[in-house]
């Protein structure tokens, strides 16, 4: 879901368990279980509704490890893999 949130993303982001979420850029707080695939060319993560969220240049190599870190680097513009979850 997107839209307006009552609180701020940094007090919203101690509240969810950093497994599942990841702080992607200042105004984006991405779920795990929905992104779709990760676009290096672009930065950006393309969630399963098509809704693009950028990655900014300073949470972008922690963002590529986050998402990557036990894949070989042919997952440039391939769907995530993930080891918990089976899409």
Known sequence: TVGPIPKSLD????LLHTEDYIRVHKS???RRRS???LDRKTRE???RGGF???ISRRLYDRTLDY???NDSDAYQNDKIADKKHHY
């Open 52 to 54: 693009r969220v950028p």
């Open 28 to 30: 984006f707080l991405v």
């Open 67 to 69: 998402f990557c870190k």
């Open 11 to 14: 007090e919203i982001e101690k």
């Open 45 to 47: 993560i393309i969630l």
């Open 35 to 37: 992104v779709r695939q």
